[in-house]
Structures are given as C-alpha cells and as structure tokens.
C-alpha cells in the first residue's frame, strides 16, 4: 500500500485547516446577534415585499417550497410552527429567515401589533413557548439602528462620529454579553437601543459610514467605554466605584465652563424618604432625622449617604439611594444634600445618568464654537490614553457568537469580569444612559 497519496491528502488537510481557522481568527467581527427583546411572546408575524426564504436553522434548503410574503409562527409545546395559506408547518427548534432580495427588510410584527423593520436575517429560536427573535446583522448596518436612538439625529457632525466610534467599541467589548440566550448583545439599554431600520436618520448614517470600522483601543483590545447622557460639567472616575478595574481611561474629566448642563432638584418631607427607604429594607431609617452626604469622589460625584435614624444610623451608597428614589427621578448621582427644616430636605443635582466615559452633552458642546473639536478630540478628552483603530486589526483572545451556534475568534477587552453575565455585579457595566448602581 503506498502511503504518499494519504500523507500529501493528510498534509493538504491541515493546511486547509490551518488556513481557515487563521482566516477565522484575522477576520474582524463583521456580524453580530442581536436579541429583540420586544418580541419574545409565542405569535410573531414576519413578511417581506420581496418574499420569504425560510429554513431551518443550520440548512441551506428552503423550508418552504414558496417564498411567501407573510407567515405567522406560533411557539407550541415542543416547537416552532409555521402558518401561512391555511397551511401548518412543524419547523423544530430554530428557523432562519431571510428576504427574497437580499436588499430587502424584514417586517416582524408582535402579539401586541409592534411592527419594526431589520435588514439581513432574523433567526428565531424556540424558548419553553416562546419565541426568541435573533437579528444577525453586519456591526456597520446594527449601528446605523443604534445610533439614531442613541444620539439625537441634529447634533453636529464630529458629536455623532464620536459617538458611533463609541457605539461600536462597546459592541465589540460585550460581544457575547447574552452568549446563555443566544446572541450577543440585546436591543435595549441594558446594551444598547437598537430599533432596527425604523430608526435610521441620515446625519447619523453618515457618522457611522464616516468612522467604518473604527474603534478605540488600549492595551491592544477594544476599551470597555461607557458613556452617558450628561455628566454635569465632570465626569466620574470608575476606578473610586470598582479600584481593581483595568480601565484607566475611564478616570474623571472636567468640561469647559462655558458648557450648559441639566440642573434638578427634589423635595422631600421626612415623613415621605424614610417611608422610602424602610420600604427599602433600611430599618435604621426609622423616625428618620437626618440624610446628608458623607462621602464624594474626586469630581464631586457621591458615593455615599449617611442616613440617621431616631436610635440608629448607617450609611448607604449613593446609586442605592437612586434605585430607591428611582433613577428617572434622581437623575444622577452628582448631587447635595439641603436640610430645609426639621422635617423637610432639598436634593439639588445636575447630569442626567451615570456620568462615566463620554458625555453626550459634553461632546456636542465640544463639537459646536468655540471649542471646534473634533471626534478623534473628543474621545481623547473623554478617554484619555486610547487610540482610534480599524477594528480589522483586531487580534483573537476571546469568542465571539457566529450565525448558527458557530464560533469565530475576535479580541475584546473585558476589564470587569462577571460570573453571570445575566445578572451582573456591576450594573454600570450594563446601564448606558440610566443606570441602575454599583
Ligand atoms: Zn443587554
């Protein structure tokens, strides 16, 4: 038996091998999987004007010998069922959808009539009777979805660049935030807003066209970025919540004076916080005297509370008080304390969220005269020691979710470890705009 044919087919074998997973590992992340968290019931309606091609997820057949326009799917005990001509299809476990013309959008409507549009494809997966409803998308087409929603269309150019750059930097240092669901990353604020096509305007469009691939790094990775609506003329350093982060970019920074920021105040009787925060579970609060600030980080930022009680006292961090209170309601943790009477006190604030990494007020302010900024300037303000990058240049460490339960290898920065990412110690890393506390 002449074995040389075996050794050369053997040999051509791993070559191939190696070449693929080499082209797998240099490739940057060019798709991402975004969970619609507004379409998790057991009906959804999915159509395109172009028609349907439908499959089970994994196979390259169509499902369907026709590409229908409209079909229904319905989550049953044991799977997934498709309903269209008066017709009943069993399609298993996991369907993959996409438009007929590939330029095309795919409409899903909600048991709730909920309609939005999303390019590319739509992967729905059976969940316990229910429906999980995945867009995998190319990172340029999610963001052009996200930033419109995150960023107000009007704000001036080299504002809205920044921010894409930021958007696409937090999309690849969280790829598979939601890896137990399926998918990378959710389209609400716990990551970021995302309504699909709906929510495309042209001036942000450009931003993100502009700043394709761009993304900021240090230390070799994509930096693990926050930003936040506005950060009251500071921003807060993340190292006085977390000191052991790797985040050094993420420090505080001051804004020019000249820059407007949200200024609030609430009033509170005594009678009405301490009913707030013995619901709470602070019984210390009982027959409450006094609430004042004990503790601030080095922009002025709180970091603790000191709240005294009728025979005890104890003091709470400042992002507890906001979860009491109600984030929409304390809007930001940069704040003072003002005891107007013995029974009444005055919060005075200023910002809006939580005041880590870019400042979206800031950076439109830095944009406009007479700062004229522009956006490579401002991320350097607001993250000092990155440098912008093309995110094809990204070297693996970690995997990243691939259509179809794959896996491809793509390096990201992940400072703040959780053990379940679900459920994460550290919500600053989840909240973007409002954010729940550390
Ligand atoms: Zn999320």
């Not at 996409?98 to 969940?127: G, M, Q």
């Not at 990494?357 to 020691?385: R, S, W």
Request: glycine letters at 8%; proline letters at 5%.
């Amino acid at each position: 038996m002449n074995t040389k044919p075996h050794l050369i087919r053997i040999l051509a074998l791993i070559m191939l091998a190696a070449a693929v997973s080499a082209a797998a590992i240099g490739a940057s992340p060019q798709t991402v999987r975004i969970g619609l968290t507004a379409f998790g019931g057991s009906n959804i309606n999915i159509s395109a004007d172009s028609g349907l091609c439908v499959g089970k997820t994994g196979s390259s057949d169509n499902l369907l010998t026709a590409q229908p326009i409209s079909i229904d799917l319905e989550a049953g005990s044991k799977g997934i069922t498709i309903k269209f001509d008066n017709k009943s299809i069993d399609a298993g476990a996991s369907l993959t959808i996409t438009p007929s013309d590939p330029a095309d959008t795919l409409r899903v409507t909600s048991e709730n009539k909920l309609t939005r549009k999303y390019r590319k494809t739509l992967e729905i997966n059976f969940n316990a009777r229910s429906l999980r409803v995945i867009n995998i998308v190319s990172l340029e087409d999610y963001l052009l979805g996200v930033l419109p929603a995150e960023m107000p269309n009007s704000y001036p150019a080299e504002s809205l660049k920044a921010q894409a750059i930021a958007a696409r930097t937090y999309a690849l240092s969280n790829l598979r935030k939601h890896a137990s669901k399926g998918f990378d990353l959710c389209d609400c604020t716990d990551c970021q807003a995302y309504i699909g096509v709906v929510a495309e305007k042209p001036n942000c469009a450009k931003a993100v066209r502009d700043t394709c691939g761009q993304v900021l790094m240090f230390d070799g990775k994509p930096a693990s970025i926050l930003y936040s609506n506005d950060c009251g003329g500071a921003t807060r350093d993340y190292a006085e919540l977390y000191p052991d982060c790797n985040t050094p970019y993420l420090c505080a920074v001051t804004e020019p004076d000249d820059i407007i920021h949200i200024i609030w105040q609430l009033a509170y009787r005594f009678t009405e916080l301490e009913k707030k925060l013995r619901d709470a579970g602070i019984k210390e609060a009982s027959g409450l005297k006094s609430m004042m600030v004990s503790k601030t980080g080095s922009t002025g930022w709180v970091l603790e509370i000191k709240i005294t009680g009728e025979n005890a006292s104890t003091t709470i961090t400042s992002s507890r008080l906001r979860k009491i209170l109600g984030v929409s309601t304390l809007k930001s943790e940069l704040f003072t304390i003002e005891t107007l009477t013995s029974k009444e006190l005055l919060i005075k604030g200023k910002g809006w969220g939580h005041g880590i990494g870019l400042c979206q007020v800031g950076a439109k302010a830095l944009a406009l005269p007479p700062h004229n900024l522009t956006y490579d300037k401002i991320l350097a303000h607001y993250f000092p020691g990155t440098q912008i990058s093309d995110c094809s240049t990204i070297t693996t460490s970690e995997t990243a979710m691939v259509p179809n339960g794959g896996n491809r290898r793509v390096s990201r920065s992940r400072p703040k470890k959780n053990k379940t990412p679900e459920t994460p110690k550290k919500p600053f890393d989840v909240r973007l705009h409002v954010p729940e506390s550390p």
